[in-house]
Nanobody, 125 residues
Framework: QVHLAESGGGLVQPGGSLRLSCADS??????????MGWFRQAPGKDREFVAA???????YYSDSVKGRFTISRDNDQNTVSLQMNSLKPEDTAVYYC?????????????????WGQGTQVTVSS
């Protein structure tokens, strides 16, 4: 049974920081052997790629967040995190954690097989 649970969303002022976490408790899945990613979806827009991390912790970011966001994983805790700094109003969206069945994964939503329910991030003064 697939279970990805995001936490850490909320309201933050422009320039502020938030840290999102995603706990993977999917049964029968070796978390450490699979790539994970973060996506986001703003109202009226398509879901877009934010960041990905491979099983060996190589990382990949969208141009819009590169240098501001950092994805990391803790294989002992089966969690993946997204540290978001220098937040902008345009970062406002529902953020989704995604899991792949492969060691590496890309920036397309179709590259991922498991999804969390999402957590709201609002950047506003």
């Amino acid at each position: 049974q697939v279970h990805l649970a995001e936490s850490g969303g909320g309201l933050v002022q422009p320039g502020g920081s938030l840290r999102l976490s995603c706990a993977d408790s999917t049964s029968g899945r070796a978390f450490s052997n699979h790539a994970m990613g973060w996506f986001r979806q703003a109202p009226g827009k398509d879901r877009e790629f934010v960041a990905a991390i491979s099983w060996v912790s190589s990382t990949y970011y969208s141009d819009s967040v590169k240098g501001r966001f950092t994805i990391s994983r803790d294989n002992d805790q089966n969690t993946v995190s997204l540290q978001m700094n220098s937040l902008k109003p345009e970062d406002t969206a529902v953020y989704y954690c995604a899991g792949a069945r492969t060691y590496y994964s890309g920036s397309g939503a179709d590259d991922y097989d498991y999804w969390g329910q999402g957590t709201q991030v609002t950047v506003s003064s």
